[in-house]
């Protein structure tokens, strides 16, 4: 396992691609949370007493959104970059225990997806704790942001991209094509939002924000009105977990069934 | 050239599938229910204006029949606004358009013609007409107000911060006025609306204002005053605010709520419009431009490009049928989708009870083709941007980073701030789904002016101008990079 690791590990930072995408998913994620940030006011008419209406945690957060995008396409690349080139019949006959293989794949994935992940939302976080109370969100307003609720949508927000990068790297040894898997996993982060806002029937859409990875995911960065959420912000992750985790064993599946 | 092209598409059966695939998508989220509403048949018809616009006319009046020409001076004292929700009891907030004044109406129906003078919560002096009409008087935020009738219905306000030294702040003519009007003083006060995260979060609640006049002079003959709460409160009774009057004195106050103005489509009016059948075409744009990206990408991967330079060396004649056929395939499909979405999905949405603005042919027409041509612009987008990358993924996530993402963050999943969002509008390729709106935007509404609203920043063909902008841009980028590089 530790020569997989250590060979995938020489192919990931051999390609080009990788530190543009990891710099990619920082500078995007930052300026859309900066963005966001910087335009954010809290407004005292509505709530005077209570936090209320907009969440500081998730304003700081709105990187997420658009970062999802580049560590689902750098999960895709770590295998449909093979498959493309036809480097999966080497990498196989050098490692052909397939599930070892994908194992290795994941774990040379999610470790820098994670630092970058980490490093992004944690500037934007700070960003967020140091700038939002002066645009209101204050303690006197009930809003506590250098609390550990803030530091829990920190986390739950890093190990989403991370979830993201590994289900795009289930879909693309699914289906094998680069493009096709790029569009595959993008339409199942996007569309589940997009069809519960097409659809008027209130307890569908409820049902399709639990079980959509999007919606689900987000929901573990909510730091106000727990209560209001269609799930608890761990019960979220754990749902983007088993998408992540379902993925990567049908990928994993295929890989082992199908001739390469 | 183009039928070899044509060939190569045709004989990918994915590819085929997948154009079929987008055509549904756009057809299946038109017609899979949408909204809820609560007109219908006749037992709720929108109310239309004497413009024959949309309009939400409700506000409590206190009244007489007026014959003839004359005047009424009123001194409104204050004017103070409150929302009221279950979750955080009664604040008081500003209302930027809660009003209070002097209206003179044809007739207590609600959407017959009328003019008023009024303070506004932070928008000055009024005078509005047939619920279109605006003219902004001095800024004061209470004080007195002056409504005269004079020969041909013709309607003149003026304001005063003292009583003795009057601005004129405009006139304006009904014609087809009758003689016997409504006439008398008046208070409402519109739905309160606050955003968060970008427009994703909306928290609104009616508001109820309270307006005081210690003064009322008519040049008329002397009348009894009648209180009556015109239009009703939206709800029916139990769910608005108490509206009223009280006197004491000459003291009258007037608890009114609801609001004398055009209907808009965001939050606070309607929350419908009709772009929304379109939906589907988002899932349609993620499929035609993958298939439009790989209608290129696919020549390099299988080095298929090779034999397709060979067959015909002139590059820029191999691009230009690419794109003829990825365009066209990708019209005619988002076409066959978008022609049977807009009206099947109207109907819908009528059948389950809510309330469209009426659309004249040619904006559903231009809404139809505008948006098949936004598809297929960004399909050959795609093909421009698959010739630069040479690799899928590269291009793909290119086209959903420049076409998909601005498109998800404002219109289907709005979580940027608004000054953002119009501004990602303008700028990326985006700005083409412009061809959508059907919507009019007013500045004497307070609503939520979105992209997720159909409020696009840009007319709709300066918005499908920008993406063919893009789409030139790479394409020339893309015919200097095949000509340049080796295969």
């Known amino acids: ?82 498959y493309a080139t036809g480097m999966i019949r080497v990498t196989l006959t050098a490692i052909p225990r397939r599930r070892r293989l994908l194992a290795a794949k994941a774990l040379v994935l999610a470790g820098p997806v994670l630092a970058a992940s980490a490093l992004a939302l944690g500037a934007a976080t700070l960003t967020g704790v140091i700038v939002l109370p002066g645009h209101g969100f204050t303690v006197g307003h009930g809003y506590d942001l250098a609390s550990w609720t803030t530091a829990r949508a920190w986390c739950c927000a890093t190990l989403y991209l991370t979830l993201v990068a590994v289900l795009g790297l289930g879909v693309a040894a699914a289906v094998r094509d680069s493009a096709v898997a790029t569009g595959v996993a993008l339409g199942l982060l996007y569309l589940f939002p997009i069809a519960a806002s097409a659809i008027g029937d209130q307890g569908l859409q409820r049902r399709l924000e639990q079980i959509g990875p999007m919606s689900a995911g987000l929901d573990s960065q909510t730091t106000i009105d727990l209560h209001g959420l269609p799930l608890a912000p761990w019960a979220g992750l754990g749902v983007v977990a088993l998408w992540a985790a379902g993925m990567f064993v049908l990928g994993g599946v295929l890989l082992r069934l199908r001739d390469a | 050239m183009i039928r070899a092209e044509w060939v190569k598409f045709r004989s990918v059966r994915g590819w085929v599938v997948a154009v079929v695939i987008a055509a549904v998508a756009i057809v299946g989220l038109a017609v899979d229910g949408g909204s809820q509403g609560s007109c219908y048949g006749n037992s709720c018809a929108q109310l239309t204006g004497p413009g024959g616009e949309a309009v939400s006319d409700s506000f409590y009046f206190v009244h007489q029949a007026l014959t003839g020409n004359g005047a009424i001076t009123v001194r409104v004292t204050s004017l103070t606004s409150a929302v009221r929700s ?47 009409g605006d003219i902004a008087g001095p800024a004061m935020r209470a004080g007195w107000l002056r409504l005269v009738r004079s020969p041909g219905s013709v309607i003149t306000g003026y304001a005063s911060a003292d009583g003795t030294r009057w601005t004129r702040v405009g006139a304006v003519t009904l014609p087809g006025l009758p003689a016997i009007l409504q006439g008398g003083l008046f208070t409402t ?98 499929i035609l431009a993958v298939v439009g990206a790989m209608f290129m990408t696919a020549e390099y991967r299988h080095r298929l490009i090779r034999v397709t330079l060979a ?31 807009v009206p099947a999905g109207e109907r819908v ?6 309330y469209l603005p009426p659309l004249t042919a040619l904006t559903e027409t231009r809404m139809i083709v505008g948006t098949a041509a936004a598809l297929a612009v960004c399909a050959v987008l795609a093909v421009a941007i698959g010739t630069v990358a040479r690799r899928g993924a590269a291009a793909i996530a290119a086209v959903v980073a420049l076409i998909a993402a601005p498109y998800v963050l404002t219109v289907s999943i709005p979580v940027l701030p608004l000054g953002a969002a119009d501004w990602l509008m303008r700028v990326t390729p985006a700005a083409a789904f412009a061809v959508e709106q059907t919507t009019v935007q007013y500045p004497q509404v307070d609503d939520v002016y979105a992209p997720a609203y159909g409020y696009f920043p840009l007319a709709p063909w300066a918005g499908l101008a920008v993406l063919c902008a893009w789409t030139a841009v790479f394409l020339t980028l893309a015919a200097v990079t095949l000509n340049r590089r080796d295969a």
Request: with cysteine; net charge positive.
């Open chain 2, 349 to 354: 949405l009528r059948s389950h009870g809510v």
């Open chain 2, 86 to 132: 279950a979750r955080t009891g009664t604040q008081r907030v500003v209302v930027p358009w809660a009003k209070a004044g002097i209206i003179l109406k044809a007739s207590l129906t609600p959407g017959s013609a009328y003019a008023a003078i009024m303070v506004t919560g932070s928008q000055g002096v009024r005078l509005q007409d047939d619920f279109t």
């Open chain 2, 189 to 286: 006060s519109p739905q309160w609306t606050q955003t968060s995260l970008g427009v994703a979060a909306i928290t609104g609640d009616a508001s109820q204002s309270t307006a005081v006049f210690d003064h009322a002079a008519l040049t008329w003959r002397g009348g009894t005053w009648t209180g009556t709460d015109v239009g009703g409160s939206p709800g029916g009774p139990a769910a608005g605010p108490a509206t009223g009057y009280s006197r004491v004195g000459g003291t009258v106050t007037i608890v009114g709520s609801g609001d004398i103005a055009p209907a808009t489509s965001g939050p606070s009016g309607l929350g419908v419009t009709p772009a929304q059948t379109l939906a589907g075409a988002f899932i349609a744009l993620i």
């Open chain 2, 311 to 341: 067959a015909c060396p002139r590059r820029g004649r191999v691009l230009a049928a690419k794109v003829v056929v990825a365009g066209l395939v990708a019209f005619v499909a988002a076409l066959a989708g978008t022609a049977v979405a």
């Open chain 1, 1 to 82: 396992m530790r020569r997989a690791i250590r060979a995938e590990w020489a192919k990931a930072w051999s390609d080009p691609a990788t530190p543009w995408l990891l710099a990619a998913l920082i500078v995007l994620s930052v300026s859309v949370s900066g963005v966001t940030i910087g335009t954010a006011r809290y407004s005292a008419t509505l709530c005077p007493a209570a936090a209320c209406g907009q969440d500081p945690a998730r304003l700081s957060l709105a990187g997420v959104y658009l970062g999802q995008a580049v560590a689902a396409l750098a999960g895709v690349l770590a295998i449909g970059g093979e």
